[in-house]
């Protein structure tokens, strides 16, 4: 079986109206009001006559759509579509024109008198619909020639219209399974997979809360020596090099054994608001565990030992603040 995939950028796959593009070329709906129209490029399966099988949709499902798809012989007819008005006008045209037409993400493509041509165009319509949270289009696949699970059946059923339609609902299942399977390697790659799959990953090892305040190569890194960390977690080797990977810089750990306490010590302060990132590393500090992150550059510091660099600390210090003055115990300076 061939098929016309949209590929990872969608605006180099047709033409688009109110809908914005994101970074990774997926197109989204912004806000609740208005909708938006994609119309793809032509697809040509190479054969005159051909019977399409199926469209599917990776799309939110938060998003309410209407997708028409249109087949036609003469390529010459579907380019001078693309002459004419907007994008919502061309995605009104082809609706008029289209053999199949769905509200649904997967659409059967065979079954339609006239329903067969060697050319296909896509027409989707995305709206606000009644729930909240992200309306985004990713991409789609338009498959070719039909293809039924009748063909592994008796010969007598292979003919059969109707039997072939009840048989795509388990095709459909069955190939999404496949495609799963297909792709599991990828989606745990985390070096080639896309960002919202390094996103979920992070979430799978426990960092979903880090993920808004994490550039993409500082995820990916973090992603890449994951399985490693996690299998330290609570030792010196977890905080001093998950320390390192978050703020971009070096980092060192002193240990107080006989107080149970550690501190890591980040040598230079980190740029680029990285700093925030320590305050994650703080509240996920198990129960019962005593460890403080301290930047070297911001010295001045008294609580408990007084860091002048990496190499030299003070445990003892006296105060000159004169009686009725503020508690050293309870003083720190930031």
């Not at 009748?150 to 059969?160: A, D, H, K, M």
């Amino acid at each position: 079986m061939n098929q016309c995939l949209s590929g990872k950028y969608l605006h180099w796959c047709g033409v688009y109206e109110g809908l914005l593009c994101g970074k990774d070329g997926e197109l989204y709906l912004k806000g609740r009001e208005g909708q938006g129209y994609f119309v793809s490029c032509i697809y040509d399966s190479g054969e005159k006559g051909t019977q399409w099988d199926r469209l599917v949709l990776d799309i939110d499902k938060n998003a309410a759509i209407e997708s028409f798809v249109w087949v036609f012989e003469e390529r010459e007819e579907g380019e001078r579509l693309d002459r004419k008005g907007t994008v919502k006008e061309r995605y009104e045209m082809i609706s008029v024109r289209a053999q199949y037409r769905s509200n649904y993400r997967e659409m059967l493509l065979y079954g339609k008198e006239k329903g067969c041509g060697r050319y296909a165009r896509l027409a989707l319509g995305i709206y606000p619909g009644g729930w909240s949270g992200n309306r985004t289009f990713r991409g789609y696949s338009l498959s070719f020639p039909r293809e039924s699970f009748t063909r592994y059946l008796p010969e007598i059923y292979r003919g059969n219209e109707a039997l072939a339609r009840f048989l795509a609902v388990q095709q459909s299942i069955y190939l999404e399974l496949e495609k799963e399977i297909d792709t599991l390697g990828e989606k745990l790659d985390p070096v080639n997979c896309g960002k919202r799959q390094a996103e979920i990953l992070a979430g799978w090892m426990g960092w979903g809360e880090l993920v808004p305040l994490l550039d993409e190569e500082t995820l990916r890194q973090l992603l890449e020596t994951g399985l490693f960390l996690n299998a330290r977690k609570g030792t010196c080797a977890y905080y001093t090099r998950l320390t390192e990977i978050l703020t971009g810089e070096q980092a060192f750990l002193v240990e107080e054994t006989e107080k149970r306490r550690a501190t890591v010590l980040v040598e230079k302060r980190p740029g680029n608001g990285k700093e925030k990132r320590l305050d994650w590393m703080r509240r996920n500090v198990p129960i019962g565990m005593d460890v403080r992150f301290v930047i070297l550059d911001r010295t001045d510091r008294l609580d408990g030992l007084f860091f002048l660099d990496r190499n030299a600390a003070l445990a003892e210090y006296e105060s000159e603040l004169v009686p009725g003055g503020v508690n050293i115990d309870g003083l720190v300076l930031l």
